[in-house]
């Protein structure tokens, strides 16, 4: 079992709609994590991080923890063509180490 | 405000050669973490520096090593260059674990 899972995608959604992006990770004592979105030919960019169990709202992205079933989501509203790119999701274990899933991809068509 | 900053952008060596990286930390950042990323694949975690000590690392062989100075400006070095090292190197900065990290534009490493 991998220890931060995502769908690779792609996933395509209309402009204007709502794009999810779901994550799992495999370690109970996770504390941390984050999403990134990452551009073809481009470094990583950090779009949310979130700590606790619940919602967390930033703009039009909404990050979702639910560490009892260890699930975290990304939650995209009114998705633009600019949004296209791979989704990482990321954990931080609760030592030095954060654990990158290998992304998925979000295509939002015009 | 400097963000991370890497260089160099794309580095060409062959198999058995030795290469440095370089990476200066966002400004307030003291922890420095590398990771090599494969293409389609997501960043996979070398080590990361605190105070100038390696505090965890990831599954690397010893060819990868690191260093941290007293500015928390790091390097990576890998010695006996293999094909398989070809990927996108990024270093991320952060303040302390857990803390979100910022990455750098990355160095493209091609072996030849």
């Known amino acids: 079992q991998k220890e931060v899972e995502q769908n690779s995608g792609p996933l395509s959604v209309p402009e204007g709609a709502i794009a999810s992006l779901n994550c799992t990770y495999s370690?109970?004592?996770?504390?941390?994590f984050f999403w990134y979105r990452q551009y073809s030919g481009k470094s990583p960019e950090l779009i949310m991080f979130?700590?606790?169990?619940g919602d967390k709202e930033d703009g039009r992205f909404t990050a979702q923890l639910n560490k009892a079933s260890q699930y975290v989501s990304l939650l995209i509203r009114d998705s633009q063509p600019s949004d296209s790119a791979t989704y990482l999701c990321?954990?931080?274990?609760?030592?030095?180490?954060?654990?990158f899933g290998a992304g998925t991809r979000l295509f939002v068509k015009a | 405000d400097a963000g991370v900053t890497q260089s160099p952008t794309h580095l060409i060596k062959t198999r058995g050669q030795q290469v440095t990286l370089r990476c200066s930390p966002k400004?307030?950042?003291?922890?420095v973490s590398w990771y090599q990323q494969a293409l389609g694949q997501g960043p996979q975690f070398i080590f990361q520096y605190y105070e100038e000590e390696e505090r965890q690392r990831g599954n690397f062989p010893d060819r990868f090593s690191g260093h941290q100075f007293p500015n928390y400006s790091s390097e990576l070095n890998v010695n006996a260059l293999l094909l398989g090292d070809s990927a996108l190197y990024l270093c991320?900065?952060?303040?302390?674990?857990?803390?979100?990290?910022?990455f750098g534009d990355g160095t493209r490493l091609s072996i030849l």
């Open positions: 370690d109970r004592g996770s504390q941390s």
């Open positions: 979130i700590y606790s169990n």
């Open positions: 991320a900065s952060s303040l302390n674990r857990d803390q979100p990290q910022h």
């Open positions: 400004s307030g950042h003291d922890t």
């Open positions: 990321a954990v931080g274990t609760g030592g030095f180490k954060t654990i």
